[in-house]
């Protein structure tokens, strides 16, 4: 069975980094585009970065421009989101999703557009 599975979560400093990982199990992630997506308690789940593997375009919300970064790991299946510079507001549930379409597109990722979703991994920014 398809599924999307979520690491690299955990608490970190303001002014820190974290790596999130996305491991596709089941299906060839090379196909698909690829979202991150985040959601804090009491808001809507907010789009933050996703990647067409194919062509390699990428895509941020701008509250994370020039401190996230999202690339492909062929080798492992595997899509990454490098974040830098972490401040509280980026506290949340990150969440990658994936999907076969043209889902990847500015001004950000929308999450009813992917089909497949990971569980998520908590991302906590405090001092």
């Known amino acids: 069975q398809a599924q999307l599975v979520e690491s690299g979560g955990g608490l970190v400093q303001p002014g820190g980094s974290l790596r999130l990982s996305c491991a596709g199990g089941?299906?060839?992630?090379?196909?698909?585009?690829i979202g991150w997506f985040r959601q804090a308690p009491g808001k809507e789940r907010e789009g933050v970065s996703c990647?067409?593997?194919?062509?390699?375009?990428?895509l941020y919300t701008d509250s994370v421009k020039g401190r996230f970064t999202i690339s492909t790991d062929g080798a492992h299946n595997t899509v990454h989101l490098q974040m830098d510079n972490l401040k509280p507001e980026d506290t949340a549930v990150y969440y990658c999703?994936?999907?076969?379409?043209?889902?990847?597109?500015?001004?950000?990722?929308?999450?009813?557009?992917?089909?497949?979703w990971g569980q998520g991994t908590q991302v906590t920014v405090s001092s």
């Open positions: 990647i067409r593997w194919r062509d390699g375009t990428t």
């Open positions: 089941g299906f060839n992630l090379e196909y698909y585009s």
């Open positions: 999703a994936a999907d076969l379409g043209y889902v990847c597109y500015p001004p950000r990722p929308v999450a009813d557009e992917f089909d497949y």
